[in-house]
């Protein structure tokens, strides 16, 4: 059976990638190079690996994933990611319903991110 261990994704600006997933979403920073990064991206084992682009074709619609992560608290993730500093966009309003709550936004690289907060009472 196969097991899906990294997603991979392209950015403009590997620094600017780096400090979004890592300060503005908690993923640790397993190794970064000049061209690279690896990140833990939580339970499981997979990891999101970020490569710096080198031509803007791989930075355009239909080259990336559409990426979902778990946050603890909606509230405070989303407006830190929203920050300049951070610079997300958001796509659509925040989806309130008995289950979830639930954000997409854009990544300064453009990649579509849903943020999700599972209620305390679902089991």
Do not use: N
């Not at 994933?65 to 946050?71: D, G, I, K, N, Y």
């Amino acid at each position: 059976m196969a097991s899906l261990r990294y997603v991979r994704i392209f950015s403009r600006s590997l620094p600017s990638a780096v400090r979004f997933y890592e300060k503005g979403l908690g993923l640790q920073v397993l190794h970064q190079d000049e061209r690279s990064a690896q990140l833990d991206a939580g339970d499981g084992g997979v990891h999101l690996l970020i490569e710096q682009a080198q031509s803007e074709a791989v930075c355009s619609t239909g080259y990336s994933p559409h990426l979902t992560f778990e946050v603890k608290d909606l509230d405070t993730t989303l407006p830190a990611l929203l920050d300049p500093e951070h610079a997300a966009v958001m796509d659509g309003a925040v989806v309130h319903d008995p289950y979830m709550k639930m954000a997409s936004i854009r990544s300064p690289d453009g990649q579509m991110i849903a943020l999700v907060e599972v209620c305390a009472d679902v089991e």
